[in-house]
């Protein structure tokens, strides 16, 4: 069965700060994973996904990600944070049967 | 790009009531949806897969006499929460499945549901 974890259920920055994000998956099949970002009651909002091309994904909003299958993981990053990057983010692993969510990492950003 | 709709956005219904929450996929055929809830502050639980033109296939632990699920059209899902109770109040958030990749889903802007 296929699932992610992310690391820290909560991460605080200042702003212009650098932003990480940790997800680790596991997949018994090569995985394809994405990091979805979530405002208050609001849906998911797609940032980036992997899905076997390149290892560096580039998404929306100056995120990035890395793909290391050594180490079975998908972090998010962003060079420089903003206010308005505080939100609920989610990195999810997906078969061609259905998708899992980590738990989600809660990124406030302090002025 | 692909866009889901949900209706209604948000809903308040008393205890004992029924409500039905309407997923549609607005530009492209989705012979496969999803439905999630999800509880304040916790993550998407799968909760049902709905396939077009047979039953859903429910997560272990998801009650099917009370969330029931329709496909009946290739653009078109609805959930029904039956006699609902407060302990349902959530967000519900539903997805269709990229026909042609079918690892990607594409979401819904979710459903809010209050029972009173």
């Known amino acids: 069965a296929q699932s992610v974890t992310q690391l820290g259920s909560h991460v605080s920055v200042s702003e212009g700060a650098l932003v990480l994000l940790r997800c680790n998956y596991s997949?018994?099949?090569?995985?394809?994973l994405f990091w979805y970002v979530q405002y208050p009651n609001q849906g998911l909002q797609l940032l980036l996904k992997?899905?076997?091309?390149?290892?560096l994904v580039k998404g929306i909003n100056g995120f990035e990600a890395e793909f290391k299958k050594s180490e079975t993981s998908f972090h998010l990053t962003k060079p420089s944070a903003h206010m308005s990057d505080a939100a609920e983010y989610f990195c999810?692993?997906?078969?061609?049967?259905?998708?899992?969510f980590g738990a989600g990492t809660r990124l406030t950003v302090k002025p | 790009g692909a866009v889901v709709s949900q209706h209604p956005s948000w809903v308040i219904c008393k205890s004992g009531t029924s409500v039905k929450i309407e997923c549609r996929s607005l530009d492209f055929q989705a012979t496969t949806m999803f439905w999630y809830r999800q509880f304040p502050k916790q993550s998407l639980m799968l909760m049902a897969t709905s396939n077009e033109g047979s039953k859903a296939t429910y997560e272990q632990g998801v009650e099917k006499d009370k969330f029931l699920i329709n496909h009946a059209s290739l653009t078109l899902s609805t959930l029904t929460v039956t006699s609902a109770h407060p302990e349902d109040s959530s967000f519900y958030i539903c997805s269709a499945r990229d026909p042609i990749t079918s690892y990607e889903q594409y979401f819904g802007p979710g459903t809010r549901l209050t029972v009173t």
């Open positions: 997949s018994s099949v090569p995985p394809y």
């Open positions: 992997y899905t076997s091309a390149a290892t």
């Open positions: 999810a692993v997906s078969d061609k049967r259905d998708m899992r």
